[in-house]
């Protein structure tokens, strides 16, 4: 695509404005940046005790436990998708493409990916995903690459709730300086002008947080859109050090027009637990949870104080006792002497008053309003109380247990989702070439070659006025977990067997089961639907 003289280039003045720009998203930002470095030291304070004065402090784990089972929910269903076709003619793409991903994910070590990011969205409420093309992987052959992102790291413009929305998004990363400098002459060159003129370089400078690591250089990725001539929005990207441009897409050839990535959005999602309403921002357990559990901790430290003193053994004894107190407190001694008379006058057990019971049931009702505000009460991991014994009816509060779960679960399918459309966009504008992808089945694999050849936008003929048209096709994403929970697993073959014992799926007996089978929706109640219509196609042939 040729560069042409009216396309717009991005100056050293534009870029001293966006450094100047950042610094203001920068400053918007504190009061959540500070929050969730709030929030970690008091984790890690409180559960990474190592070196603290306070370490020998009461902390108990109920918190940590409300996190540590909404985590395993989120692992338990670790998301997995089906690509589906709005059009016919796209089904094979859409079956490829369900192929395709899953390997695609698992070359990014998306699983840790996804649970590293599971446990930033319940502590913190919000957590980040980048998906790049990275031209460096498969030997220089490029491939997508799906990355974390640290939520301190990312800037945008204060006052949206759609991370789109924003003009301008900054992704600021610590890089190693000579790594740097050897990369970029022009960096180089800059140093070396401002040690000349006495200037005072931001190279090193850092705005993750203040004060910059040794060796390191604040590096900030900016993206940015505009609006062609077309009316359509185009996706530009620009890296530089201080005010110094180190690349931008609008100055190079290959992509001032089309703009860095073809779908025009930043490539990044973010995945929130609590929203906070017109904001990106969202909350995690910690800021839910925590002050109950101070409270908890205190009043077991408060129990624990109370404990250690009732459980000593100690006297009043007065001056003249005439007791040797080392012999006293010798254990192995069996006679003690003693001068004169002993009585309660001279020698007395100190004894403690009772501890009040409302102080101890003060520390249940705070664990009980833990576990309620962080939806992990004990029917939610797996025991009952009340008297409930019956299995139905533990099955059924475990199911009314678990919709908080469910609910931050169906947030996180939404982010990935959204992942899985980027990274479908990612290989429609750079899978030029035919790859091979290992696809692994039961037990066995075999190997899958595709390109975009089917997905990239083509001619549809013309229209009424005999204006070309062009196609491109569109894919939904079907999300799902990988693996069912045993209890998931165990209802849906008590469901089957059920269905097997009534008779139901008898032969002879197809149309009924498929009238009956249209009003269902279970795992695998497509496939059987498959199977009873292939049997009555073969009855009737």
Known sequence: MKHTEEQPVLTSAQVAESAERLRAYQAAKQALDGRIGEEMNWWYGRYGKEGRADAGKSTSAWLFNSIAHKHADLCDNY?????????PGDEKDAEMLSLVLPVITERCRFEKLYSDNAWSKLKHGMAGYGIFWNAALENGFGDVDIRRVDIANLFWEPGISNLQDTPHLYLVSLEDTDALLAAYPVLAEEKAWQRENGAVPDIG???????????KTAVVDWYYKVTDACGRTVLHYAKFVGETLLYASQNDPAYAERGWYDHGKYPFVLDVFYPREGSLEGY???????????YIDELDGRLLEYANWASRVRYWAKRSLGVNEQDFLNKDRHIIEVEGDIDEEKLRQITLSPMDSALSELRLMKIDELKETTGTKDVSLGSSSGGVTAAAAITALQEAGEKGSRDCLSGTYRAFVEIMEQVIELIRQFYDSTRTFRITGEGKHTYLSYSNRGITERENGK???GEITYYRPVFDIDVRAEQMSPHSRAEKNALMLSLYESGMLDEGRERAALRALEGMEFEGVSALRATLRASLAEDAY
Do not use: F
């Open 79 to 87: 998301p997995v998708c089906r690509v589906l076709p709005r059009e």
């Open 463 to 465: 229209n009424s006025e």
């Open 284 to 294: 995690g357990m910690i800021s839910v949870g925590k002050n109950a559990q101070d």
């Open 205 to 215: 400078g850092s705005y993750l947080g203040g004060g910059s690591a040794e060796g």
